[in-house]
Every structure is written in C-alpha cells, then in structure tokens.
C-alpha cells in the first residue's frame, strides 16, 4: 500500500515540476527578438509620446517605412505624454527599451537626451544628425561633440487658434487679437457664446508650462533672450525676474478675465482636444504640430492657425521656437543598424515633407527655405524671418524639477493656492538643487 | 594495481520478528505527503522572499543615503536626503496628507461597514445577495474605480450635471481640482471600496457572536445600543482590531487612487508619502531622495503595525 501511494505521489510531484517548468520557460521565451542576424528580417522597436487616441505622424511614417522596405518589421509602443520621461527612464534603467526612442533635446525634461546620454543610455549618432542640428543650440544635442538626437522638427510653441471655431461660436469677423486689450475684448466675446477664448489644461503639467512659457517669450526673452544664460552664471533669478513675474500675472489676468473654460483648473488634455475639436474653445497653447493632429477630428473648415501670443503694452512680439522632437537610438540595441538606417530615411527630403505634412511640425531641415503662405504658419512667418524667436527655456534649464515647479506652480495660481512669489521661489529652489 | 576494498565488519542486529520496535524511525510518522516533506524543500520559496521583499527593499534603503538621479553614478551622502525632507514644508504637508488618509479611510469604512455587517447579519431575507453587492466594488481594479469616479467628479460630468439640476448650480465646482475638497474626493474613493471588505471581517466576526448572548441581553431590558455597545463590539474585538491593522497599512499606502484622480494636484495639496516617491524617484530623477522618503514611509508603517500587533496580542481572549 505504501509504495503504490508513494509512486503515486512521485509521478504526481514529477508532473507538477515538468508543468511549472514548462510554464517558467514559456515565460522567458517570450520577450522580443530584436534583430535576426541572418540576412534578409529585420526588426526593431520604436517607442514616443502621444497626448490622444488620433493616429501618430509616428506610427504613419513608421508604417510607410515597412512597406518600402518589406523585410523591415517595426514595433511601435505609442506611450502616454503625460508620464513619457519616467516611462522611458524606466524602461532604461531596466533594459527593456525599445530601440528608436524619440527624446527631446536638452536637460530640462526626464525625457532630456542630455540627461540620458550622460547616463551611458543613448548611442551617439552620426554625420546626418550632426547635420541637422540647429545652429546655435549644440549644448542641447551633443555631449562631447558628439550628437546623441538626430532632429526631426522646428516647432513653434504658441498657441494654436481655429478661426472656424470662432465661426461655429457666433463670433462674427473674428481676428487673431495683436495687444492685450484687443485679447481681453475677444475674451468676453467669447464667453458671451457660453465658450472661452483658450482651452487649458489645467492639471496637466505639461500644459500649463508651455503657456507659461509662450507667454514668457515677450515678457523675458524679447527684452533679455540671454535671459538662461544669466540664470546660469547666477546674475539673476526668477524671483528678480520683472519678466517672470509680469509672464504669471498675466496668467492670472488671463483667469479672472474669463479666458479659460470653466473648470479649467482640473481640465486634462482631453479639455483641449475636446474645446477644439468640438468648437467650444478658439485656441490653445499646444505645439503647432499638435493642430493638424485635433484637425483630424474636428470638422474641415476648422482653420487652424498658429498665432503669437500678444506681447505687453510697449512689448516686442516673440515667440519660442525651436526642435522639440529627436530620435535617440539605445546604446544596448541589438538592432543599431536596422534603427539607424531608418533614421536616415527619416532624414530624407521627401520623408521631412511628409513628417510635415501629417505632423504638421516645420521639418527641420527645410524650415528656412519653405513657402509658408497658405500654411497654419502664415501668421508667423515675419516673426520667423526676423529671427524674433528663441528656443523652449525648458530644454535649457539644468534640471526636470524646474519646469515641474513652473507646471504646478500655474495650476496653484489658478486656484489661488499659491502667489506668484511661491512660484518663482519654488523655481529657484529646483534650480539650485 | 591494488584494489584494496576496504570493509569493516559491523556487527548487526536484527530485530526480532514480530517484536516491538525500539525507538520508531527517527522522524514521527506523519500522513499522506507530509511524510515526504523535508525543511529544505521551503528553500526555493525562502530565498525568493528574501531576495525580493527583503533584499529589494535593502538595496532601495542604501540609496536613501546617496544622491543617485536614476540612471548613470551616484555619491554617498549619508543623512542629508533626510534633513532635506523635514525641512521641506511640501514634504511635512505630503505626510500630513499621508496620515489624514490613513485614519480618516480606516474610521469611515470601518464604521460602514459594521453598519451594513450588522444590518445584514441576521433576518433580512435578501442579505446574502446584498452582501454579494456590497463587497463587489473591493474587488474591482482601484484605478478603473478611480477613473470612473474622476469621470464623475469632472467638471462636465454627472455630480455637477446633478446638482444642476436640482437647482444647485452654485455649488458646483471641478472637485478634484479644488484645494479644500480634492482630499475628500481622494477619501471618498478609497472608502467606497473599501467598505467592503471591513463588511466582510465584520461578518465573520458577527457570526461567532452566540445570538443566546443577545437575548439574553435583551430580556434583561436592554435597549438596541446597549446591547450593540456592552455585548456585541466586545464580543467582536478580535475583528476590529483585524480590519483596523488592515485597513490603516493599506490606508498609508495608497497610491492609485490619488494618481488616477488628481495625480497629487492641485499644485501639492494631495501629495502623500507614497506619490511623492514615485514623483521624486521617476519623474524627477531624484532617485536617492525618493528612496529616502520611501525608507521613512516604510518606517512609519512598521510603526503603526507593531503597535497594532501589541494592542491585538496583549489583550486576553475574553470567552
């Protein structure tokens, strides 16, 4: 009796192992396969940010990429805007990035590509990339002279406006407004429709910075555009800055001028996309690129434009501009080759037209030399002509923690939780850190 | 080659037939497949506790002492991370918060949920499937719960809609973006799924409270809360202090729900301990000042457990 129970049990417990083992190694076996070293397959992943549900520029350039080149397979992993950097820093540290990691120039941000390289995470680039790197903003893209994000884009940061939605609005003859006084008039004409002038974010960081920032182009940068730089040598601060603190009055002007929708202070990107698309909302400070993607789903006769913020009384007119968007390879792909021939195609003439055209952003290598009458650019064409722009201070600034207190800071002026002075204190005290 | 075995003669003994054994074997017979059943086999299971709840955790302690971003080298600088955390006001704030949702979540869902464990211990013909219902929302995922309620605390949605119309317009707020009242939010998410699972200990508890105890009470002219108060929650200490150690270590940790909903806003008024190490360690790359203030976090649970563990193990069973 008890040698038959006793196989029994032994033939059960030799199941149970064979089984988990089974399942341990089923496990194991299924993380990717980068590239295949025999000729002919080749594979390799692309992670970057989408801020909603509407197809990526990314994910289309991607899919034309595979099928011109037929024996390539890419896999796209489209991550959330909002937590992007710590996604990407994440997947870095644990070394399961993908292998085309979209970044963006600079330290400012946790998705920064000088941060990353410094790190040892980003291979560096070649000849193309170091091409293609605007002049005067090196510091943001190399490390030692050498180029670790090849830049895809010129992005404007202003604010977008649909002129249709005006229209959609019963605001008749609508112009984009040129002074301050001319803004707070088109405000309380368009809350007397029930809608408002800008839609906002207004607790999504990323928002309230980039409207901080658009508006701080004519309030710092048009009088002192070396303004970082003497943040850095420690000639001044943010709480010295009039500019600075001028940028956040106006935001809280902005708000009890009725500017924003109602609710603005929790609103979330879908705030945006749903204001514009649905034609509650004129206009509002999102990268340029980011209208050709809402105007997918809002109605043709949208019109988008990118338009400037309106400068201060006896203010120059500035906007920020500069490449917000690069591709970094991963130092530890198994697929260096494959991704870096496809930054290369992206580098083309004929893909930059087309990452213009479904992206919407400038390409940056042809920006200079393009028509942009009759574009969503048109507005700002002097601006860019007279080199009356200067690049996002966020991608300058020494670290992430900066700009979160600028983003947070906004929404605590929006609630009255915080004074202008807490917030530029609370800047100096990251930058110091 | 010599082959040389060697071999001692040993003298053995066999036992007798049909005597009794000595001494049995020298391990008791135990039944079944314990009889199998060595102390290394809980090896495997053993080490792999160790390396991931207690060597993870001391690895993480280390860095609290460091000043590592996350990725790349770090440098060693002993106690300054936590100097920096109690002088940060935001930092005192964030633990004050910590401590509010702690406490405030375990009174609320506890008391809850021994009301609905005491309307639905005996009698009501339908308590079954009411208990079924009520439990439901524990187990559902805490962030598909924080999202439908952030749906339903926006702006434009159903709360304010209802207030609306009921002639309330004015009260009408984006309540999670509110300073005063996105805590509340946060709690009234945590207690709504929450209050389950007190309701489910309190049950059990309740069943093990005699029902001749009460009549007898009740014969001896007692009123309802007397009776509740003098011999029912004494009967069902044991389970108090259960759902309270639960729900106060689950209560410091919360992390889901205050992300889902306000992601720590507005501007800092609903950061706890547990968002601040995500925002510190992964959004800002202060990865040893996180780890510092994960390391504090942890201490104060431990506290509150161990204080817990003395209060239900001091007192002796009452029968």
Redesign the interface.
Known sequence: MTQHSRSR?LRHGVFAATAAGALLLAGCSSSDTPEESDGGAQAFSFTFATSNNLESPYQTLADLYMEENPDVTITTNPTPND?Y??TI??Q??AGNASDVIQTTPGSGD?RGLI??A????LEPLGDTAQSLVPEGSESLFEIDGKVYGQPLDFTIGSVVASFGNAGRMGIADFEWPESMDDLYAACDAAAATGGSLFALA??APPNTGLMAQAISATRVYAEEPDWNQQRLDGDTTFADSDGWKDTLQTIIDLNEGGCFQ??S???GFDAITNGLSGGTSIGGFIPSGAAIEIAKAAPPEAAFAVEPFPAGDGGTPYIMASSNYTLSINAASKAKDASAAFLEWMSEDAQQQKYYELSGELPVSAYKTMDLAGTIYEPVVDLLASGSYTSLPSNVWP???VY?SLG??V??L?????TIEQVLADMDTAWD? | MTGTVESETELIVLPKKGARRGPEAQQPRRSG?LK?GHWWWALPGIILVVLIHYVATAVGGFFAFTDW????DFAFIGFDNFVKIFQDPTKIAALGNTLFLAFASVVLSNIAGLAIALGLNRGLKTRYVLRVLFFMPVVLSPLAVSYIWKFIF???GPLNAMLGAVGLEELA???????AWAIWTVLIVIVWQNTGFAMVIYIAGLAAVPVEIEEAAAIDGTNLWQRFWHVTLPAIRPAVAIATTLGIVNGLRVFDQIMAL??G?????TETLATQVYKQS?????FGYGAALALLLTLIILAFALVQQRVTNGRPEES
Do not use: C, H, M, Y
């Open positions: 049990v937590k950097g710590e820093r994440t870095l540290q946790a941060g990353l410094d790190a040892g995470f207004g607790a109602a609710g202070e929790g609103g670290n992430p923690s979160d947070v800071g929404q605590g929006l609630t009255g939780q915080k850190q | 497949l199998f971003s996350g990725i790349g926006d702006f434009n707020k984006p309540w999670v973006a509110d300073p306000t992601a806003g507005p501007a800092g008024a992964f959004s800002l790359g202060n």
